[in-house]
């Protein structure tokens, strides 16, 4: 069975960190781009950041440039994202979904075949 479990969500106050993760299995990840979309109530989901961890190669959405980094751990078949210097504006559901490598990096929802249930992100001010 093909599953994305994230993990790591949470409350923290303004300028704190968090770390989530995304255990995958039934699939391989580094056949796959992994990505984290968020989405915040009333708002669309949008695309924050991907990983090819095949080779590497990354892609981030200006807003989190900078204070957000995704690293893939093949070993363990987990993606995670990192996450510094948390601004209110960060809070939202943040998912981890994985499309077919071939594909590249994007966020094209539909493209993404396998999503998680997703975790709740709450940054106070």
């Known amino acids: 069975e093909v599953q994305l479990v994230e993990s790591g969500g949470g409350l923290v106050q303004a300028g704190g960190s968090l770390r989530l993760s995304c255990a995958a299995s039934?699939?391989?990840?580094?056949?796959?781009?992994i990505a984290w979309f968020r989405q915040a109530p009333g708002k669309e989901r949008q695309g924050v950041v991907c990983?090819?961890?095949?080779?590497?190669?990354?892609h981030y959405a200006d807003s989190v440039k900078g204070r957000f980094t995704i690293s893939s751990d093949n070993a363990k078949n987990t993606v995670y994202l990192q996450m510094n210097s948390l601004k209110p504006e960060d809070t939202a559901v943040y998912y981890c979904?994985?499309?077919?490598?071939?594909?590249?990096?994007?966020?094209?929802?539909?493209?993404?075949?396998?999503w998680g249930q997703g975790t709740q992100v709450t940054v106070s001010s």
């Open positions: 979904a994985a499309q077919r490598r071939a594909y590249g990096l994007g966020y094209t929802t539909f493209l993404y075949d396998y």
């Open positions: 039934g699939f391989t990840v580094d056949d796959y781009v």
């Open positions: 990983i090819s961890s095949r080779d590497g190669s990354t």
